[in-house]
């Protein structure tokens, strides 16, 4: 009863919480957002994903991180920003320093972003679609209730 409601639910968050990352800029190798999933274990709704980084695509980064250089190599390459490998490795180190400055997003990330944000993520979407999550969930309870019901009640018409 409840478990149906929740795997609704939890494929609702889902889907909502890779458009958000995608509306957000945040598709590269598309890791991060395939990786989101969710499981219903004993009436708990879990929605999560293995990479470490979602925090960091949540949160942003504070001034003085230093971001691994292999990792913004990859994402260099991944976007296409910059091509061959002196190249590719200038603009990681420009990036880098960046982020050390300014801290992330950076204020040239924004140009990756259809909806304006970078950051919070997964705030928006809570923020956006607890409503919709909770009537989800009332229906489906709903609907099983009605099942049960029904199904008694033609149970009770064929004894007599």
């Known amino acids: 009863m409840l478990s149906e409601g929740l795997e609704l639910a939890g494929a609702f968050l889902v889907d909502k919480l890779k458009e958000e990352l995608t509306q957000q800029g945040h598709r590269a190798t598309g890791e991060l957002i395939d990786s989101i999933n969710y499981k219903v274990d004993g009436g708990v709704l879990y929605v999560q994903t293995p990479k ?3 925090k960091a695509m949540e949160n942003g980064l504070p001034k003085g991180h230093k971001v691994p250089i292999s990792a913004l190599i990859r994402w260099i390459e991944v976007k296409g920003i910059a091509s061959g490998d002196v190249e590719v ?7 880098r320093a960046a982020i050390i400055r300014e801290g992330s997003p950076t204020k040239g990330a924004f140009k990756y972003t259809s909806n304006s944000r970078r950051t919070g993520f997964a705030e928006v979407v809570i923020d956006q679609y607890t409503k919709k999550v909770l009537l989800i969930i009332q229906q489906q309870i709903g609907k099983s209730i009605r099942n049960i ?12």
């Open 52 to 54: 470490d980084y979602v």
């Open 149 to 160: 019901i029904s199904n008694e009640v033609k149970y009770i018409n064929s004894i007599n």
């Open 89 to 95: 490795k200038q603009a990681a180190w420009a990036i």
